[in-house]
């Protein structure tokens, strides 16, 4: 599953803890079709300083679980399926816009550094930069 791709690797502890903090953790590992764009441990460290302290406090969990619902998306979606200025809506209900130029991804503006780890559950695509709901 999803869930098991990201706590397999040690780049995703982040993720995973905020996951699990938020609840959603679960909802990774179910039965549905997700695509997550997922930051890395050095995606959330280069936030400004103190805003990951501060997301993981217990008031900030709804804070938190938008961030996180901002990076998935509802369905199997492979690079190959991405297009130039593609809208795709996400949990949260905000969409994000894809860009391909030179063969480089980005969403929101944020590189996509490794694409396509296939899940039972989905597909993560690895993104250097924590994507910020509007």
Known sequence: TIAQIAAADTSFSFLVQALTRTGLLAAVQGPGKFTVFAPTNAAFAALPAGTV???????????????LTYHVVAGNVLSSQL????KVKTLNGQELTVAIKGGVVTINGIKVIAADLAGSNGVIHVVEGVILPK
């Open 53 to 67: 302290e501060g997301l993981l406090k217990p008031e900030s969990k709804d804070k938190l679980t938008s961030i």
């Open 83 to 86: 297009t130039d200025g593609q």
